[in-house]
């Protein structure tokens, strides 16, 4: 049974892993409430389980392995013959089952046993330890630390941020009936999951993806709704779909937001994930795009994010394609070798974007912030979902052949389409879930979206 809560907080312990990027920019809009534990640096805020000081070596060796192991097959995808089926065996062994017919899926999976024969042995037990020389409730981003918690007698409430729109049978614990765990799902269709996983109805909430406050603007979404509404006027450049949809428009966005506009040149964000795959896509859309980016009709942002092997990549390739004298700042490379220090740069780079580029991740949640998701492939099982979700809301399309970008993007953009995108995003996407998950965890609130969708 879920923990009663008789206190209130002003802060929480926010634990995430540092594997990728979805673990730790699911918890970053959170770091205003973090809690720095007791002995630690102070202004310590975003917990690493996996990169903390202090973490015993055996422990930091399961974590290293495994993180090294997945960064590595990622980009072995992409080798012919073998990569591929390497790959796939990876994906097998965190692969989603369909969700129809509904039906008991409660039995562990071996990733589930060996996790917790892993803990048995005292994996993330001195971090537990740690945290309980003073209890506050514990937010954590990815499932083995919340295990963690669990197992080893965490004495505060647990809490779990699920990062994608359908999870596998590896979020939920060995004996989910009898779990104190409580979920925070980013949508509809994970608590249903969960459910089938065994987890109590009671312990899950629907709180949606914790978007960044920044790019919000307060529970009044004013910095959401003015910079959607630039963004409309790029993104449907012959006003079809504003002249079609105008009453629509001014009911959910306001009429102080509509006809704006954009004072920033028609711009694309191209981001690679956390293994760095498909950074090579990048220097496609910009060598298809190399005259609108010389024109200065086209603005381009490469996310290198914090990896200094991509950034030196496209560095190396802009000089190649002699872009770095006449593009006038239309061409950028977003990077910042600190991760906290690179989701802030992203954040504000999101702020002038009016397309993200990108394989359907965590970023899929970006969706509701009122930006139209064009899909690279995607890269594991449950960004197949994650795509499906994207198509569901109307918020994305995959990508058509890169090399022709320059043709069929621009037909889009006249038809109005991906203005429609960002609209239904805007619409049918969550975005409030910070402001839920803080309400639920400090306040003792069940705090959840009130438009819960069928996905």
Avoid at 286 to 296: K, W
Avoid at 355 to 374: D, N, V
């Amino acid at each position: 049974m879920p923990v009663k809560k008789t206190t209130t907080y002003t802060q929480a312990y926010i634990v995430t892993v540092d594997m990728g990027y979805g673990h730790q920019r699911a918890v970053y809009p959170l770091k205003d409430i973090a809690a720095t534990p007791v002995g630690w640096k102070k202004g310590t805020t975003l917990i690493s389980a996996n990169n903390y000081d202090g973490i015993p070596k055996s422990d930091r060796q399961k974590w290293e392995g495994s993180r090294k192991l997945y960064e590595t097959i990622s980009r072995l995808k992409k080798v012919p013959l073998i990569g591929q089926a390497i790959f796939d065996i990876m994906d097998y062994f965190q692969s989603i089952d369909p969700f129809y017919p509904r039906r008991d899926l409660s039995k562990p999976i071996q990733q589930v046993k060996q996790i917790y024969r892993m803990i048995e042995k005292g994996w993330g037990k001195h971090l537990i330890d740690t945290l309980n020389k003073k209890p506050l409730p514990l937010v954590t981003s990815f499932f083995a630390t919340a295990f963690f918690a669990e197992e080893h007698g965490y004495k505060g409430e647990i809490y779990c941020i699920c990062t994608d729109t359908d999870i596998s049978r590896a979020w939920a614990p060995l004996d989910p009936k009898q779990t104190r765990i409580n979920y925070l799902a980013p949508n509809k269709r994970v608590k249903e999951r969960l459910q089938l996983y065994g987890v109590p109805k009671e312990q899950i909430f629907v709180t949606g993806f914790p978007l960044p406050k920044e790019n919000l603007g307060g529970k009044q979404l004013k910095i959401l709704k003015s910079h959607l509404g630039c963004r409309i006027s790029n993104l449907d450049p012959r006003g079809l779909y504003q002249k079609k949809y105008r009453a629509m428009i001014e009911t959910y966005l306001g009429k102080t937001y509509c006809d704006l506009k954009a004072r920033h040149p028609f711009t694309i964000t191209f981001a690679v994930g956390g293994a760095g795959a498909q950074r090579e896509l990048g220097i496609t859309i910009l060598e298809s795009l190399h005259q609108e980016i010389d024109a200065g009709t086209v603005r381009l942002n490469l996310v290198a994010g914090s990896r200094d092997d991509v950034y030196r990549f496209y560095e190396k390739e802009i000089e190649r394609l002699h872009l770095q004298e006449r593009h006038g700042g239309t061409v950028n490379i977003i990077y910042a070798k600190n991760k906290l220090d690179y989701f802030a740069l992203f954040n504000q780079t999101l702020l002038t974007t009016d397309i993200l580029w990108t394989k359907p991740s965590e970023l899929s949640f970006y969706a509701g912030l009122g930006i139209p998701i064009l899909m690279s492939p995607t890269v594991g099982s449950q960004e197949e979902f994650n795509k499906a979700w994207l198509h569901a809301i109307g918020a994305g399309f995959e990508q058509d052949d890169p090399r022709y970008t320059n043709e069929w993007l621009f037909d889009w953009l006249r038809s109005g389409w991906l203005a429609q995108a960002a609209m239904e995003g805007y619409m049918n996407a969550p975005r409030m879930g910070a402001y839920h998950i803080e309400d639920i965890v400090l306040k003792g609130k069940r705090s959840e979206i009130e438009d819960v969708h069928l996905l």
